[in-house]
């Protein structure tokens, strides 16, 4: 186990639905990062929360709504979601973002899929 | 350009042999590289960090070059284990400029065949 326990692992949602991902680390990392994993595709960075505070939105839909109520919980909201956005998000953590050499370390992700 | 480009694969190579992967990236001010590994359906984990002088642990060799923008992995002595994607990751600017992240390659497929 790495620390950072993600649910649920497997989310099959229609496009008028709203659901949440949630992610928690044990690890007393600062820095938390949700990440898109699309088919043959590298990981996309969607939001980075250091300390709590927002500090990196990668040109994401408003349809994906991050919340970050402390450093050890994340949250991803999804609502009206697209077919395009079936994809494996992963949870991580490291420590703040500040650092050179931070690593990262991820949870097992949601696989959703969007009817 | 992407600003980190790995070797398409895949590779599929026997038991024992020794297998390389090379990885380039755009952004002179990267920081720092790591390599991970992605089994099937599972999250990526850290397999190495790169270091300037090069460093090795185990059968996993990795090595950087600043001025080609350059690193690699190498790995020798396979096994059936080792068969997974590696992601070659480097640690750059964010976009608000102050904080870095952490920008992911799309990673070789290895299958090490008995």
């Not at chain 1, 300390?51 to 839909?61: D, G, L, R």
């Not at chain 2, 070797?7 to 024992?16: K, Q």
């Not at chain 2, 059936?80 to 990751?89: I, R």
């Amino acid at each position: 186990e790495t620390g950072v326990t993600q649910t649920p692992r497997h989310l099959v949602m229609g496009m008028t639905n709203k659901k949440s991902l949630k992610c928690e680390q044990h690890l007393g990392h600062n820095a938390m990062y949700w990440y898109k994993q699309s088919a043959k595709k590298p990981l996309e960075l969607m939001f980075v929360y250091n300390f709590k505070e927002q500090t990196e939105n990668n040109s994401v839909p408003s349809r994906f709504s991050p919340e970050c109520p402390n450093s050890s919980h994340l949250f991803l909201h999804l609502h009206t979601l697209q077919p395009e956005d079936s994809a494996l998000y992963l949870c991580a953590s490291s420590r703040p973002t500040g650092a050179t050499n931070e690593k990262l370390f991820f949870g097992s992700g949601t696989q959703l899929s969007v009817l | 350009r992407k600003e980190v480009e790995q070797d398409p694969g895949p590779f599929n190579v026997p038991e024992g042999a020794t297998v390389a992967f090379n990885c380039t990236y755009s952004n002179s001010a990267s920081q720092s590289f790591f390599w991970y590994r992605q089994d099937c359906r599972k999250e990526p984990k850290l397999l190495m960090s790169v270091y300037s002088s090069g460093n090795e642990d185990g059968r996993f060799t990795a090595q950087l070059n600043r001025a080609s923008q350059y690193i690699s992995l190498l790995i020798r002595d396979s096994k059936l284990s080792d068969s997974a994607t590696y992601l070659c990751v480097v640690n750059s600017q964010g976009l608000s400029g102050s904080a870095r992240q952490l920008t992911f390659g799309s990673g070789t497929q290895l299958t090490v065949l008995p």
